[in-house]
């Protein structure tokens, strides 16, 4: 009995743009496990990346509130059962009031906001879920950027700087990742990108690097130069502006001024983990 479904075998398609072949082999190969599964077949050559839309299938809404003097934010998603339903106004006004309490002085908890959830969505109809949100705020300044379509968005936090200047400086940040151009971001610095990220990359270029059987210490540099490139295209310091490639996030930064850092950021697409 074979280890996947159909259903696995259209997701891991949608994952790598692999072909259905290639899919039902790999997903053979490695028991059914999928992020397996999309090593093994990136380690064949067959995809170059990995887009992990379709690991959750839910409709819904993304959200963003700053407040006006840009040293809080919030950003949720909040889910429905059906588009008809995410797209319904009084979702979206129950989506606008979940992500204002979230950001207020006055949230304290989560047992609070799973209560205000509960008295919000009760007219609905239908279940809604609200799947993640972020709250950020401290002594340098928060922005935000949602796509018109409400189903992609990102706050951004700054260090070192405040009020009508660094909250532009961080809703053009977010806009930036929002848009995830060239590559969607998945940390501030190398620094902080997850040793696990790196570790698997390395695996995946050692093995095709192999294969074209050049001597080790060409290999070693081979990886070394892949890895950096990496590096490269999931570090939100390192990447091209999307609106200036001439530039990258961090020239755009140090333009603000010395002490200017970013401190965090969170990216909430519907359809994605």
């Not at 700053?66 to 950003?75: M, V």
């Not at 409400?150 to 961080?170: D, H, P, Y």
């Not at 940040?173 to 971001?185: D, K």
Request: proline share 3%; glycine share 10%.
């Amino acid at each position: 009995m074979a280890a996947y479904t159909a259903k696995d075998v259209s997701e891991l398609r949608q994952r790598t743009q692999a072909g259905m072949l290639d899919c039902k082999k790999a997903l053979e190969e490695n028991q059914g496990n999928m992020d397996a599964a999309v090593e093994w077949l990136r380690k064949k050559g067959i995809a170059r990346g990995e887009n992990r839309a379709g690991r959750t299938t839910s409709e819904g809404r993304i959200v963003a509130k700053t407040s006006p003097d840009g040293k809080t934010g919030a950003i949720i998603e909040l889910n429905s059962e059906t588009d008809f339903v995410s797209r319904n106004e009084s979702f979206g006004q129950t989506a606008e009031r979940i992500a204002a309490t979230l950001m207020s002085a006055k949230f304290g908890d989560a047992g609070t906001l799973a209560e205000s959830l509960k008295q919000l969505t009760g007219t609905i109809g239908e279940n809604i879920v609200l799947r993640r949100y972020a709250r950020f705020g401290g002594q340098g300044a928060v922005g935000a950027y949602v796509h018109h379509n409400a189903k992609v968005g990102t706050l951004v936090e700054l260090a070192g700087i405040t009020g009508e200047a660094g909250q532009q400086l961080a809703r053009t940040i977010a806009e930036h990742v929002t848009a995830g151009v060239p590559t969607i971001p998945v940390a501030v610095t190398r620094d902080d990108v997850p040793a696990e990220l790196v570790e698997r990359e390395k695996r995946i270029f050692s093995e095709q690097a192999a294969a074209s059987g050049k001597p080790a210490n060409i290999i070693e540099k081979m990886v070394g130069g892949r890895i950096d490139k990496y590096f490269k295209e999931v570090t939100l310091l390192d990447q091209p502006w999307v609106r200036d490639d001439s530039k990258t996030i961090s020239e755009l930064v140090k333009q603000a001024g010395p002490g200017v850092s970013i401190r965090r950021f969170a990216r909430f697409q519907i359809g994605q983990e």
